[in-house]
């Protein structure tokens, strides 16, 4: 992998915004792979497929590229429309996404994230103003993706303020996500939920007690439990099982670095 773009590949374009995607594009089929399967190279959708702009021959996951000149990621990242991106995001044709930060001076990459198709809920997904009526589009309601909601497992570097993460720890990463595809709707919601309370303490060893902290947010998304607690438990012992966090004592857990 090389962090440098093939400027070569742009030269018969002027605008900014189609040297900036035939340059991102072009990088991304060339210098990225496969995170879950390996495979070495990644295929572009012909004519602009709506739903994705790679895909892995190997194992067909679908990926949709997101890019900008910036330095940082960010939290959020710009979308299409909000209703089209509601449905994919519920549908089996839900690509992973990959977002890509440059520097447009040196075209080089700065960082290189993805994030996997199961980490994305509505809650995610913010939805901005509709255009106004004297606009082109009056009335189009576009949307934003929220990263900031993703918990940390769910962001994966293949390269870190210019630094390239080596292959085996992108994959091995990846596949410590991999229980997530089988959890739909609010089981999902929980998990996640719970996983971004975790995040949210900014320490290596946390309790019990400050897990409970965020009760009130948690029962203000889900008004109709009544047991809050106990959930916040079941998560938790369902976090341990799957290697995200240990148990060290009564009431006392540790966070797990992937």
Known sequence: MKLS???YKA???SNNSQIARVLTENWVKYNSYCPNCGEAHLNEFENNKPVADFYCKSCLEQFELKSKNATKIGNKIVDGAYSTMIDRIN???NPNFFFLTYDKIK????NFIII??????SDIIIKRKPLSKNARRAGWVGCNIDISKVPES??????KNSEIISKDKVQAKWKDTEFLKSKKGESKG????????VDAIQKETFTLKEIYSFEERLKQKYPNNNFIKDKIRQQLQFLRDKGLIEFKARGIYKKIKL
Request: glycine letters at 4%.
């Open 5 to 7: 773009f093939d400027t």
């Open 11 to 13: 030269i018969n374009y």
């Open 91 to 93: 549908s089996d044709e």
């Open 107 to 110: 075209w080089q990459v700065n």
């Open 116 to 121: 996997p198709k199961h980490y994305f809920t």
């Open 154 to 159: 769910g962001r994966i570097f293949l390269v």
């Open 190 to 197: 929980w998990i996640l939920d719970i996983m971004n309370c």
